[in-house]
């Protein structure tokens, strides 16, 4: 029994593992190959409600909760992490548009989103800094009724790909810091907006690249928020994508180690099992533990969100510590097979996908960073 999935939770996963496995699975190494995300697939998943769910009837989803998006992003990405990007860039953007933006703009971009007409990116990444993220450049600056938008913006997933962004700049000055930013959602169809894409070393379907602004004209009607409040009353929504992050990473190392567990229990060695030798069965057995634990970690995040909880801290430990131990864990799967795992195949593809994940969205530093804050306070553990 899982404490935090009631039966109907339990039956939206059965049926979004089913989905997975019959449409996502079978194109997930040719993805990688092609670079290209299936927009066939993204729109079956919208007709099935598996975008953004958690989002009100009024935005486009379900009304189902951060717990049922949840448990559908897991299910997608065991069969592809980069398809189940497409999941965790809705939730997050679905967030901040329904939350902060001018429904007469943003209604109809969320119906796009949830129906799986349209991709989105975040745009918070700039070429001088990651981490510190509201020590932002790109500058937007108001002219009448739009705003001018000049800059660049880099390491955005599904750069080359998205239809539209949600794009922080600055509208205040640089000693003003996260209180200087704003936010808006831009259409990647503007005059002025170029981009281009890296070669990743993972997540190669949805890919990352940069965006560069030139003299982009964005009506002050898309804005997100208030002005130079964009980065304070945005972020808030990044602790939901913290959370799903981690089931996301930890749904990969799941499939991972039920084909390892298959695998040594049938390929003999000496006249047994390999799952004999305990230097084989008991570094799974590890691993196996502190997924089933980082798992309820992550559940428990979305649990204490759908309550209306404080979850900083609890999403915070599940991004930190979710990625590098999906990554540990698949890297010895891989060993487990041998040369076989070594080889360009499934196993290998999930290390690479997976090792992203301990660079964006938030490094460890940052993450134990915030969990410090909310166990000592923010005086205790200043910037």
Request: net charge negative; hydrophobic share 45%; aromatic share 8%.
């Amino acid at each position: 029994m899982n404490p935090y999935l009631d039966d109907d939770l339990i039956a939206l996963a059965d049926q979004a593992r089913r989905f997975a496995a019959d449409r996502i699975a079978p194109g997930f190494q040719e993805r990688d190959t092609t670079r290209v995300l299936d927009r066939a697939i993204m729109k079956e998943m919208g007709a099935m409600g598996f975008i953004a769910p958690e989002l009100p009837e009024r935005f486009g989803g379900l009304g189902l909760g951060s717990l049922a998006a949840g448990v559908i992003h897991e299910e997608v990405a065991r069969a592809d992490l980069s398809i189940s990007y497409i999941n965790l860039l809705a939730s997050l953007n679905g967030q901040i548009l329904s939350h902060h933006g001018n429904p007469d703009v943003t209604g109809p971009w969320l119906a796009r989103l949830t129906a799986g007409d349209a991709l989105f990116a975040i745009a918070l990444t700039e070429p001088r800094g990651g981490s510190d993220a509201a020590n932002l450049r790109l500058r937007i600056e108001r002219d009448g009724a739009n705003y001018i938008v000049n800059g660049e913006k880099t390491s955005i997933s599904a750069a080359d790909q998205a239809d539209a962004a949600v794009v922080f700049g600055r509208t205040g000055t640089v000693e003003a810091g996260a209180h200087g930013v704003t936010a808006l959602l831009i259409p990647m169809d503007l005059p002025g907006i170029t981009r281009n894409r890296f070669d990743c070393h993972g997540q190669r379907a949805i890919g990352r690249g940069s965006l560069f602004f030139e003299n982009v004209r964005v009506p002050v009607s898309y804005r997100l928020g208030e002005e130079n409040k964009g980065f304070v009353q945005v972020m808030q929504g990044f602790d939901f994508s913290r959370a799903l992050i981690g089931l996301q990473v930890l749904a990969v190392a799941r499939v991972a180690l039920e084909e390892t567990w298959a695998y040594v229990a049938q390929r003999q060695a000496f006249g047994q099992p390999l799952s004999a030798f305990q230097g084989v069965s008991h570094p799974l057995a590890d691993f196996d533990t502190q997924i089933e634990a980082a798992r309820l970690l992550c559940l428990q995040a979305l649990w204490l969100k759908d309550k209306g909880a404080p979850h900083s801290a609890e999403a915070a430990m599940c991004k930190w510590w979710a990625p590098k131990l999906a990554y540990d864990t698949i890297h010895q799967c891989l060993l487990m097979f041998g040369h076989g795992g070594y080889d360009h195949g499934p196993m290998e593809q999930r290390l690479r996908d997976v090792l992203g994940f301990q660079i964006g969205d938030g490094t460890a530093q940052i993450m134990k960073t915030i969990i410090a804050r909310a166990r000592a306070g923010r005086r205790a553990v200043p910037a």
